[in-house]
């Protein structure tokens, strides 16, 4: 089992992904660069947290459309694995992989805190395992989700809201969704950090309770 | 060469969060006309020939977001 974790320029959550990874949930990781254009040899996708392209035009704009997005792009249209965290998140909406768009926090200020996440759905690979209230930091400033009226009805009748800020809609965004899959379950996209609660060292270990969905992946 | 000169606002369905704070800023400094500020952006493309349709595609493709923005544009000579 090997994570592809696909770098940007201005990509900074990278190595928190791969140690993360590699010494707490137990699954091999490396890193990919933007301008490959195969997946080979990978049994799933992360695309980081970061500042990729420095935010230029829109928040992961520039980065959905490089090269390597295509195999990503093919990879979850044969069912991999994908996640996308924080600025992964806005890459994979800007690529079109998830539906609706991150945009300015509500109260304009860039949030730095945990916050408590209630799972809205135990559907698909990622969610499966995920059975209560969890608590994740958060570190973003554009991470307001939102949508059309009619694409929150698809997200609300397919059941693809996989996140919820339980106690506090911190950013504004629709509906408190904090995360969202794809209609088929395996992209995942959230604005929290699973990657930086993985010890009690650094806070909590409720992100291997999302990220133990990697162990689960059939290899080969 | 043709400059094309293309602007992209936020939805109108949006709250435009910055927007707002630059309102609430005027009206400290007295202008209190102002009733809504909403930022866009101002993208200029210099181009060889202008042919709209290809246009219209990269404003789509790339230069706007659909899901949050619109846009416009104007050929300056």
Not at chain 1, 45 to 64: E, Q
């Amino acid at each position: 089992m090997k994570v592809a974790i696909v770098r940007f320029p201005g990509s900074n959550c990278d190595a928190d992904a791969l140690h993360a990874l590699r010494r707490d949930v137990g699954v091999d990781a490396d890193y990919v660069w933007q301008t490959e254009t195969s997946l080979a040899g990978f049994d799933a996708v992360w695309v980081p947290g970061g500042f990729s392209y420095g935010d230029y035009l829109r928040c992961g704009a520039m980065a959905a459309r490089a090269p390597i997005m295509s195999a990503v792009r093919d990879f979850a249209g044969r069912g991999g694995l994908v996640i996308g965290v924080c600025n992964g998140f806005q890459v994979l909406c800007e690529s079109g992989l998830l539906p609706g768009a991150l945009v300015r926090n509500v109260k304009q200020r860039f949030i730095c805190q945990d916050v408590q996440l209630e799972p809205a759905t135990r559907r698909g690979p990622w969610m499966a395992g995920v059975d209560r209230t969890i608590t994740l930091p958060i570190a973003h400033g554009e991470g307001r989700f939102v949508c059309a009226p009619e694409t929150l009805k698809e997200l609300q009748d397919n059941d693809q809201i996989a996140f919820r800020y339980a106690s506090e809609n911190v950013n504004g965004s629709t509906e408190a969704i904090a995360g969202v899959m794809n209609a088929a379950g395996n992209v995942l996209g959230l604005m929290p950090h699973p990657e930086r609660a993985t010890r009690d060292l650094v806070g909590g270990t409720d992100g291997l309770l999302l990220l133990q969905a990697l162990k689960m992946v059939r290899t080969g | 060469m043709p400059v094309v000169r293309v602007s992209v606002t936020l939805k109108p369905s949006l709250l435009d969060s910055a927007g707002r704070t630059v309102a609430d800023a005027l009206h400290r400094q007295s202008f209190t006309e102002v009733q809504d500020v909403r930022i866009g952006k101002l993208i200029e493309l210099q181009v060889t020939e202008v042919d709209e349709a290809r246009i219209r595609q990269m404003c789509a493709d790339l230069l706007a977001n659909p899901v949050i923005e619109d846009f416009s544009y104007e050929v300056v000579q």
